[in-house]
């Protein structure tokens, strides 16, 4: 479903020459490597189309604060060059994962406060497909679009952490709704890369970006395959699709009210509605066994009870 606001091809040059001097300042002043800036021209460019000019201070912020790292080395590599992530994630990351969105917070003993440091690492080691290649990145840039805002919410003397969806509590590492946020996250990547694809279709200015949408209707041909977490993100479908829910969902995530989207569900599902379907999505995602089966038709009810209302 692609809603684009664009209906010239003078108004599709101007949104690509306004992202193009954005990434480039931004590539200027941190040192963004060449070869992502070509890619970031579009995703920029789709981020705004699907997310309106409404939105294009935490668009640009995204770029703005998260550091961009594109690697030959395998992401595991690059990772563990990096130090920044545990063992067992390092453990756990599936062979064909190509791009991560890392955000980890700090406490500043002398200040008092907490910050926080992101870094969006693209491996790019085995010469992927352009669409393939695009449609991860998009992903992940799209988690960080959606952990700009409310990173950091104090309570007491403690301390949430917010990444899209994903509510981490500082001290104790528990985390909410992580498999939600994948499955959110997909299904808008999923859009995202429609209206990036519709850009195809128009008559572009600029070289440099013309070549590339070029290099992505070849690579695509009649249809370009989605890729991401497809089991939960089938599931959570028909909640993402229903019109009032995917606006609030929108609108809220990006702004960072994680509490509204889950009382806009409980208010028709009932109470701990979306907590307790947040927590199947977990387990269908990650267990194999029985519980996987009752889960999945207990989240396909939940999602019903919202959705026939
Ligand atoms: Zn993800």
Redesign the pocket.
Known sequence: MVVSQFCSDAAVNSLFSYSKSVVDQLCMNYDRPKELRNMQYLIFAGMISYYGFEHIDVITEAYRKNQFIYTKDSLRDCLEKLGCVSRSTLDNLSDDTIA??LNEHFYNNSTNTMFTEGKLVISDDMNYAPDELLEYVT??VN?AVNSVKKDIVPFGKKYKTRKGLIISDYNSGEKRNVFM??AV??LQTEDIMDHILSFTEYKIEDPEIRYELDKLKYAVGKKHEHR??PIISSIVKPLFENRKFNYVLKERRIDGNVNFITSEFDAKAGKDSFDTLSRCIDRIQISDDASKDSSESKAKSLIKSYVSR
Do not use: A, R
Request: proline share 0%; charged share 25%.
């Open positions: 991560v969105f992903h992940e988690h946020e994948e996250n997909t991401g977490y």
